[in-house]
């Protein structure tokens, strides 16, 4: 029994409102190539039924200081 499954049926015998919808959702998504896909250094976090997923991009791609001589 998944949890959604036992809290539709938790609220069922509570209250007559029905328990909220529980879904699964999939996206897979493709990544820029200057994007370090690298295991560890990929961050994701789930708060609040949000999905957030951090990248970074890689050492090459980053913005770097160029000194001009004058």
Same mark, same amino acid.
Request: aromatic share 0%; glycine share 6%; charged share 30%.
């Given at each position: 029994?998944?949890?959604?499954?036992?809290?539709?049926?938790?609220?069922?015998?509570?209250?007559?409102?029905?328990?909220?919808?529980?879904?699964?959702?999939?996206?897979? #998504?493709?990544? *820029?190539?200057?994007?370090?896909?690298?295991?560890?250094?990929?961050?994701?976090?789930?708060?609040?039924? /949000?999905? #957030? /997923?951090?990248? *970074?991009?890689?050492?090459?791609?980053?913005?770097?200081?160029?000194?001009?001589?004058?």
């Amino acid at each position: 029994m998944t949890s959604c499954e036992s809290s539709a049926r938790s609220t069922r015998r509570k209250t007559a409102r029905p328990a909220p919808s529980c879904r699964q959702v999939r996206l897979q #998504t493709g990544l *820029p190539g200057d994007a370090d896909a690298t295991a560890g250094a990929v961050d994701a976090e789930l708060a609040e039924g /949000v999905l #957030t /997923v951090r990248v *970074p991009k890689s050492e090459r791609a980053r913005s770097r200081r160029i000194e001009v001589k004058t």
